[in-house]
């Protein structure tokens, strides 16, 4: 027990001293996760309300691709970015390989699915009689779709923090695609993993502290959201 509490004391220090290694990973992993977020929210909200608000042909085939899409490894995903953007991938000329672009590239891929089937769980429960309320009082389509919106805010938000901690979290498109290079593209979870593995116990502990802190921020804010 004695070497945690070492530990610990010794991730205090880093923190409190600023070190590069550690504070670097910690900006990395705040930069991909926050745009890959904004980019699946932004698709993923339109999709999971047309998925969930409208009745079309082949829904349900599309849904259950959508569904499938929430237990896509993040190796295969890595894997799959890896190959388009890898010099001899179509995308190859862009030189996203070992960048924090391509690792936002990859997590957006993992969010995106996840956005998508909780957004369109949450529409599919609205209260049936709502719209047909809306319609009576001569609302338009707008004014429907908007309300609806509002009703399930708190869903759209569980969907968007569900999102956020599988990207905060994942470790295999972080590995691939960005190559855990040391103050370029290591984050929080590369570098826990590869710190361990060092036997650089506190200087995992130092960035597992953040990670938890941050989830804390993040759940924190949605309580507080939840209660305007």
């Not at 990973?25 to 929210?41: E, N, Q, R």
């Not at 709502?130 to 759209?156: P, S």
Request: with cysteine.
């Amino acid at each position: 027990m004695d070497f945690i509490v070492a530990g610990f004391i010794k991730a205090i220090e880093l923190l409190i001293s600023g070190d590069s290694s550690t504070w670097t990973a910690i900006f990395a992993t705040l930069k991909v996760s926050t745009c890959s977020m904004v980019l699946s929210i932004g698709a993923g909200l339109p999709c999971g309300f047309l998925l969930g608000y409208f009745d079309f042909r082949g829904k349900k085939a599309l849904r259950t691709f959508v569904d499938t899409m929430l237990a896509l490894p993040t190796v295969f995903i890595g894997l799959a970015v890896y190959a388009f953007i890898s010099h001899q991938g179509p995308l190859g000329e862009f030189n996203l390989l070992f960048t924090l672009t391509g690792i936002a590239i990859g997590q957006t891929i993992l969010a995106l699915p996840i956005v998508t089937a909780i957004t369109a769980s949450t529409i599919e429960n609205i209260d049936h009689d709502l719209k047909l309320t809306l319609v009576t009082l001569g609302a338009g389509k707008r004014n429907i779709i908007t309300t609806c919106l509002w009703e399930v805010r708190y869903g759209i938000l569980a969907a968007a923090v569900t999102a956020y901690g599988r990207v905060l979290t994942e470790v295999g498109i972080s590995m691939m695609v960005g190559g855990n290079i040391k103050y370029h593209t290591r984050t929080i979870t590369t570098a826990i993993a590869l710190e361990t593995n060092k036997g650089l116990f506190a200087n995992g502990i130092a960035l597992g502290l953040v990670l938890i802190f941050i989830a804390f921020i993040v759940n924190l804010s949605l309580s507080f959201l939840r209660k305007q």
